[in-house]
C-alpha cells in the first residue's frame, strides 16, 4: 500500500481541524443536558471520507482518535478502545453511504453521510464505554439520544455546506483563467 | 477570544537541557512507555511515584508550570462533571453507599473510578504536553519514522503517516491563527458568539467553519503542489541529512525510565487483586 501525496495532505489538514476544535473548545456546542456538550469534531473525519475516499476518511479518523486519547475532554476517552478503535469506522461509513446514494440525490447523499457518520461516532463510542463499564447502559443510551440527536444534526447541515462549499472552489479552479 | 493563548500541543519550547539533547526515539519510546502503564495504574501510591516523576522531569526541562498547565484550562469544567458523573452514577454490587439522594447513589467504587479515572486524564496530558515541549517538530518527524521503519516489512507505509501527523500537528497553530481572524472578522461585523439560545449559538458557528474548511482546503492544494514539486516519496529510497545518535544522555535517562517501569510494575502487580 502506498500513501499519494494529495492523500497524506489532505487526511493531515483535516486532521488538524479536527484538533483544533478540540483545543478550542470550538467543537463543543453547549448542549443543556448533564453531559455538557455535543461536539462536531468528527466533522472532518466525515469530510475526508466523502471527498477522498476511505483511505483519508480513515487515516483521519485515527489522527482525531488518537488526539482524543492523548488529551481526553471526558474521562473514559483515556482508553484507546473507547477513543481511537470507534472513530476509525465514521469516514468508512460516510464514504459507503455517500457512494452508494449519491447517483439518487447529491444533497440527500451529502445529508445522509453526515448523519450516518455522526450516528457511527455516538453509538460506537457509547457501546465501548458501556462494554468497558465506564457508565452504565441507561445513562448511556440517554447521553446518546440527547447528545447523538442534536451531534446528527449539524453533522448533516455541515457535511452540506461545507462539501459543497469546498466542492465550488474545486470546480473554479479547474476552470482556465479566460472563459 | 483568545484561540491560540491556550494551545500548548504541537508547541516547541527550545532549550539546552539534558531532557531537550535526549534522541528523540528515547523520548517517544518513554513516553509511550509511560501511557501504557497510565492505563493500568489503580492505586493512589503508584499515582503518587508518577507526580513525582513527572514534577520530576518538569522541573529539569525546565519547563514553566504555569506553561504547561495552561492547556488544561479549558478542560477543567468537563473534567469535574464527568467527576461527577462517575462518582454518583458508577457502581459494584459489593460496593459501600456513601449517601445517596434521589435516583442517585453515591458509592466508593464510583468516587474510585472517578479519581483514579480523572487522574489518569491529567497525567496523559501532562506527558504528552511534555513530549512536545521539549520536542522539535523535525526531530520529533525523524525519531517517529525511525521508530515505525519495521512496520514498512509488513506493507504499512509508515513514513508516510508519520508524515500526515506532523502534518496535522504542524497546522493546528497555522489554523488556529487564521480562526482567531474569522472570528474577529465575523466579531467585528456584530455578531455576538456567546449570546443567543443553543440554536443560535450553534447557526453562528456556520459562517465560521465554511471559510475556516475552504481556507484550509486551499492551503492543502497549495502544500500539495510544493510537495509533488519536490518530488516527495514518502520512504522509498530517502536518506537523511541528519542522522539521529543515541548518547550517553540517553543511556542514562533509559536506565532511569527502566527502573520506573519497574517500580510501577510491581506496585500494579501487587496492587492487583484490589480493583
Known amino acids: 500500500m502506498s500513501l499519494s501525496v494529495r492523500k497524506i495532505v489532505i487526511s493531515g489538514i483535516l486532521g488538524a481541524i479536527s484538533i483544533l476544535l478540540g483545543v478550542t473548545r470550538l467543537g463543543f456546542i453547549p448542549v443543556p443536558t448533564p453531559a455538557g456538550h455535543a461536539t462536531i469534531m468528527h466533522i472532518p473525519v466525515i469530510l475526508g471520507g466523502v471527498l477522498e475516499g476511505p483511505v483519508v476518511g480513515l487515516i483521519t479518523g485515527a489522527i482525531f482518535g488518537l488526539f482524543s486519547f492523548l488529551q481526553p475532554g471526558a474521562p473514559f476517552f483515556a482508553d484507546p478502545l473507547v477513543s481511537v478503535l470507534p472513530r476509525l469506522f465514521i469516514g468508512i461509513v460516510a464514504y459507503l453511504i455517500y457512494v452508494s446514494t449519491k447517483n439518487i440525490n447529491n444533497i440527500l447523499a451529502l445529508v445522509l453521510a453526515g448523519a450516518f457518520g455522526s450516528a457511527t461516532n455516538t453509538a460506537l463510542v457509547l457501546g465501548m464505554v458501556t462494554l468497558r463499564g465506564y457508565l452504565p447502559f441507561e445513562v448511556s443510551l440517554s447521553i446518546g439520544i440527547l447528545h447523538g440527536v442534536p451531534e446528527l444534526i449539524v453533522a448533516a447541515i455541515l457535511t452540506v455546506i461545507l462539501v459543497k462549499g469546498i466542492q465550488r472552489i474545486r470546480t473554479s479552479e479547474d476552470r482556465p483563467p479566460v472563459s | ?275
Open chain 2, 1 to 275: 477570544m483568545e484561540l491560540t493563548r491556550n494551545i500548548t500541543l504541537g508547541v516547541y519550547l527550545p532549550g539546552e537541557t539534558a531532557i531537550h539533547r535526549l534522541d528523540p526515539r528515547t523520548k517517544i519510546i518513554a513516553a509511550t512507555m509511560l501511557i501504557t502503564l497510565l492505563l493500568f495504574i489503580k492505586s493512589y501510591e503508584a499515582y503518587g511515584f508518577f507526580l513525582i516523576f513527572t514534577a520530576g522531569i518538569i522541573v529539569f526541562a525546565g519547563i514553566p508550570l504555569s506553561y504547561a498547565l495552561c492547556g488544561l484550562k479549558p478542560m477543567l469544567p468537563v473534567l469535574l462533571l464527568m467527576w461527577i458523573f462517575q462518582f454518583f452514577l458508577y457502581s459494584t454490587p459489593d460496593a459501600n453507599i456513601l449517601f445517596s439522594w434521589w435516583i442517585f447513589t453515591a458509592t466508593d467504587a464510583g468516587l474510585h473510578m472517578g479519581n483514579i479515572i480523572t487522574l489518569r486524564v491529567l497525567f496523559l496530558f501532562t506527558v504528552t504536553t511534555i513530549l512536545t515541549l521539549t520536542t522539535s517538530i523535525v526531530n520529533l518527524t525523524d525519531g517517529l519514522e525511525s521508530l515505525l521503519k519495521p512496520l514498512r516489512k509488513i506493507g504499512l507505509p509508515s513514513q508516510e503517516l508519520v508524515m500526515t501527523m506532523i502534518i496535522a500537528l504542524r497546522f493546528v497553530l497555522i489554523l488556529a491563527e487564521e480562526l482567531d481572524k474569522i472570528i474577529k472578522a465575523q466579531m467585528a461585523r456584530g455578531v455576538a458568539f456567546d449570546r443567543g439560545s443553543f440554536i443560535q449559538k450553534t447557526r453562528k458557528l456556520f459562517p465560521v467553519f465554511l471559510p475556516l474548511f475552504i481556507n484550509a482546503f486551499k492551503r492543502a492544494e497549495e502544500l500539495i503542489v510544493a510537495m509533488e514539486a519536490r518530488s516527495y516519496s514518502g520512504g522509498k529510497g530517502r536518506t537523511k541529512m541528519k542522522t539521529l545518535h543515541m548518547g550517553r544522555v540517553d543511556l542514562g535517562a533509559g536506565l532511569i525510565m527502566l527502573l520506573f517501569t519497574i517500580l510501577m510494575i510491581y506496585i500494579i502487580i501487587s496492587a492487583a487483586p484490589q480493583i
